[in-house]
């Protein structure tokens, strides 16, 4: 199947700090990669859709300016935390589809954030 | 009412046995459904898909009954590496491409 990458795999920061996390679809071309955070014991929530050369759809609740999102390539888009504070620990996962209208989505291997 | 709904388990079986779990959502415009299996600390990975007349992929069958808006996944002949969370997703499409995703339904089982 098809290769996600995410780095770095694991952040450990001090509050107040911006921490960017980049996923990269490493054998095919990703038109849209999605962004996931999920605390422990719950379900993975989507925070926002990227589609390359254009600006991020965020759900709701999830602020666009804390959480900037950059798809400046079809096989990269990253996630950059900012300013961020203890709440904001958690598992980040990037996922990527292949192309318009098919399904499948490839996850990234996440990333743990822990803000001090 | 949250959009998708799983039972969290933990099902503790034995080795051998068989093993159904169900998932309910609540959106009837959903058009398509997953099953994910996620591993401690690890990311999801991609089960099955669920199709409206059933599928099976080895010792996993899957089913979807869109009336009553629910899905369930059977295991047979269950293995110990089968041990993991079972995660329900749902895609409601209509421009909405993200997955929706359950808490996870955790297995557990036992030599």
């Known amino acids: 199947g098809a290769v996600v990458s995410q780095h770095p795999s694991w952040v450990i920061c001090k509050s107040g700090t911006s921490v960017k996390i980049e996923c990269r679809s490493l054998?095919?071309?990703?038109?849209?990669m999605f962004w996931y955070r999920q605390f422990p014991k719950q379900s993975l929530m989507l925070m926002a859709t990227?589609?390359?050369?254009?600006?991020?759809?965020?759900e709701q609740g999830v602020e666009k300016d804390k959480f900037l999102i950059n798809h400046a390539s079809l096989t990269l888009s990253t996630l950059t935390v900012t300013s961020a504070h203890p709440e904001d620990s958690s598992f980040y996962i990037c996922?990527?589809?292949?192309?318009?209208?098919?399904?499948?989505?490839?996850f990234g291997p996440g990333t743990r954030l822990l803000v001090l | 009412r949250k959009e998708v709904e799983q039972d969290p388990g933990p099902f503790n079986v034995p080795e051998g046995a068989t093993v159904a779990f169900n998932c309910t959502y609540s959106?009837?415009?959903?058009?398509?459904f997953f099953w994910y299996r996620q591993d401690c600390r690890k990311e999801p990975k991609l089960l099955m898909s669920?199709?409206?007349s059933g599928n099976e992929d080895g010792r996993f069958t899957a089913q979807l009954n869109r009336a009553s808006q629910y899905i369930s996944l059977l295991i047979r002949d269950s293995k110990l590496s089968d041990s993991a969370t079972y995660l329900c997703?749902?895609?409601?499409?209509?421009?909405?491409?993200?997955?929706?995703f359950g808490k996870g339904t955790h297995l557990i089982i036992q030599p």
């Open positions: 996922s990527a589809r292949a192309l318009a209208g098919v399904e499948t989505q490839y």
């Open positions: 054998d095919f071309q990703a038109t849209t």
């Open positions: 990227s589609n390359e050369g254009s600006k991020a759809t965020y």
């Open positions: 959106n009837s415009a959903s058009q398509s």
């Open positions: 669920v199709y409206s």
């Open positions: 997703v749902v895609n409601s499409g209509g421009g909405a491409d993200g997955l929706t």
